[in-house]
């Protein structure tokens, strides 16, 4: 079975401040590796993907993740945040064959102060 | 392109009664997942539907059940709600050709409150 862990529950940043927030996983097979995004009241947006070739993943709103695989990891970073990053983020796993089923993480909650 | 939509937005109930919960997938899609999403809490899966069957489950009781429409769209029930029912809950669709993957797309959810 596969499980997911945020590291961070919150993480505050101010305005421009560059900000990465961790994500592990575990799992006994290949996985394909997701971030998603909630805004206050909605669904989830998909922010970017890994499903195989360069580790690097760029995604929308200037975010990118990076897949470690020795390290289990999938880390999602941004540069410069500005205060419409506001929101929570989640990290989720699929089994890389076979059923669609996602499994997510806690989540975290990034707040951007000015 | 509407998305996924979800119906009703919000929904109290008290406990004991039950439930339906509605989905209708993404133009093109022809299969449903449904999560449970708790206050403070990552999505839960719940159960997947594709070619009007059950194909995945998670760890939900049999209260829960679903059911798909030969137009794709979905229905979520919950019988006999505990207060502990209470969640967003989140229909995403996706199309799985071959049975290979498809990104889901989420839609806004529906606000399940249990009294």
């Known amino acids: 079975a596969q499980s997911v862990t945020q590291l961070d529950s919150q993480v505050p940043v101010f305005e421009e401040a560059p900000v990465e927030l961790r994500c592990n996983y575990s799992s006994s097979v290949s996985v394909y590796l997701f971030w998603y995004v909630q805004y206050p009241n909605q669904g989830l947006q998909l922010l970017l993907k890994?499903?195989?070739?360069?580790?690097l993943v760029k995604g929308i709103n200037g975010f990118e993740a990076e897949f470690n695989k020795s390290q289990t990891s999938f880390h999602l970073r941004k540069p410069s945040v500005h205060i419409s990053d506001t929101a929570e983020y989640f990290c989720a796993v699929r089994r890389g064959q076979g059923a669609q089923k996602l499994v997510f993480g806690q989540g975290t909650r990034l707040t951007i102060n000015p | 392109d509407a998305g996924v939509t979800q119906s009703p937005t919000h929904l109290i109930k008290t406990r004991g009664q039950q439930v339906t919960l509605r989905c209708s997938p993404k133009?093109?899609?022809?299969?449903v997942s449904w999560y449970q999403q708790a206050l403070g809490q990552g999505p839960q899966f719940i159960f997947q539907y594709y070619e009007e069957e059950e194909r995945q489950r998670g760890n939900f009781p049999d209260r829960f059940s679903g059911h798909q429409f030969p137009n794709y769209s979905s229905e979520l029930n919950v019988n006999a709600l505990l207060l502990g029912d209470s969640a967003l809950y989140l229909c995403?669709?996706?199309?799985?050709?071959?049975?290979?993957?498809?990104?889901?797309?989420f839609g806004p959810g529906t606000r399940l409150t249990v009294l």
């Open positions: 995403a669709s996706s199309w799985a050709p071959s049975g290979g993957w498809g990104e889901q797309f």
């Open positions: 133009s093109g899609h022809d299969t």
């Open positions: 890994y499903l195989s070739g360069s580790t």
